[in-house]
């Protein structure tokens, strides 16, 4: 690489459970830089999430959702002679969390509940029982990178 990489920069915790994960979270739910309206979305399905388990306890069971979709190992195309390959990779632990967020906010979006708070906790709800789409998503992935592992060779040099 030709430069350095880029420094991680330090999250603030959020207001309400002062937990840096949450802010993750928000910053990536986000949209148009409106992170009061992303802030109220997640504190209203995690209210909803806690309401519908009768536990109280919301924020664990997101957490516990966040862990059910987190893939393992990933495919990543990579050139060999003029054929392309899938080659199955170990993902880094901070790009795991990512890709997590990232499934379990897009297909929150895609469900057909009311506001985007009930679409938010459906999902959490789901994914904490480990179903559900982004879930699904996970088991996809890993689905694909048992397939190709015979390409997995492939992927020590680089």
Do not use: C
């Amino acid at each position: 690489m030709r430069k350095t990489r880029a420094k991680k920069r330090p999250l603030l915790p959020d207001p309400q459970y002062n937990d840096q994960l949450v802010t993750r979270f928000v910053n990536m739910m986000m949209l148009d830089g409106k992170k009061s309206v992303a802030y109220r979305i997640f504190y209203d399905a995690i209210d909803a999430v806690s309401e519908k388990t009768q536990e109280g306890n919301g924020l664990e069971l997101w957490k516990e959702a966040l862990n059910n979709v987190m893939p393992h190992v990933e495919v990543r195309s990579r050139r060999v002679g003029g054929a392309t390959f899938q080659i199955p990779m170990q993902i880094r632990p901070d790009r795991k969390i990512s890709i997590a967020m990232k499934w379990l906010i897009s297909y929150s979006r895609k469900r057909n509940e009311k506001s985007m708070a009930g679409k938010l906790a459906a999902e959490i709800l789901a994914a904490s029982k480990e179903e559900g789409a982004a879930v699904k998503k996970r088991m996809d992935t890993h689905k694909m990178a048992e397939a190709n592992k015979a390409f997995a060779h492939f992927g020590r040099f680089k």
